[in-house]
């Protein structure tokens, strides 16, 4: 199976700041896709086919990469983005993700 | 709006059984993807199985290690999804979530439900 390695592990941003999160895959993917759960909820679907924003999600977001390197960015930190983050991918059974990335708020 | 909420979790002995059920609304559930998908106390998220539409026979694909124990079916009359655990381990013990494939494709989890919690212990 594929393994998705996620850094960093933990990390914070203060509001207005950039934030990048890498996923590496094991092997090639076609494509990757990115997750957001905030504390106590479950996981919401932010970018689709690696670079596309699900519905509703804002614009600060944005995905990008190819092959094995991937990654997650928000343009300027809010308060609402701290949650973890995880990436996934469906390019060879079984889907897999990575163990993502705790973002907080400084 | 699209809901799914999920039900039948609780405490289980090992060795026992439980069945999940997942009741959707606010899509196309006959059209639908369906999954399950488990969060383990330490946050690893690990897909389990699938089950897709009657376009495709309801083809049925399992992670191997819970191939045999577990069993994924759906019952399109009540938009609904289903996950039967047998011969539980303590290792299951995790937050179960039903997810929905289908709103961008079928390689992605687009919409979950708020998830049941299992605990597998004597």
């Known amino acids: 199976e594929i393994v998705l390695t996620q850094s960093p592990t933990t990390t914070a941003a203060s509001p207005g700041e950039k934030v990048t999160i890498t996923c590496l895959a094991s092997s090639s993917v076609s494509n990757m896709y990115w997750y957001q759960q905030k504390s106590g909820a479950s996981p919401k679907l932010l970018i689709y086919?690696?670079?596309s924003l699900a519905s509703g999600v804002p614009d600060r977001f944005s995905g990008s990469g190819s092959g094995t390197s991937y990654s997650l960015t928000i343009n300027t930190m809010e308060a609402e983005d701290a949650a973890t983050y995880y990436c996934q991918q469906w390019s060879s059974n079984p889907p897999t993700f990575g163990s993502g990335t705790k973002l907080e708020i400084k | 709006e699209v809901q799914l909420v999920e039900t039948g979790g609780g405490l289980v002995q090992p060795g026992n059984s439980l069945k999940l059920s997942c009741a959707t609304s606010g899509f196309t559930f006959s059209t639908a993807w369906m999954n399950w998908i488990r969060q383990t106390p330490g946050k690893r998220l690990e897909w389990l199985a699938q089950?897709?539409?009657?376009?495709?026979?309801?083809?049925?694909s399992y992670l191997e290690s819970v191939k045999g124990r577990f069993t994924i079916s759906r019952d399109d009359s009540k938009s609904s999804v289903y996950l039967q655990m047998n011969n539980l381990k303590e290792e299951d013990t995790a937050i179960y979530y039903c997810?929905?494939?289908?709103?961008?494709?079928?390689?992605?989890?687009?919409?979950w439900g708020q998830g049941v919690m299992v605990t597998v212990s004597s």
């Open positions: 086919s690696t670079s």
């Open positions: 997810t929905w494939s289908g709103n961008y494709g079928y390689n992605s989890f687009d919409y």
């Open positions: 089950i897709e539409d009657k376009s495709n026979n309801y083809f049925i």
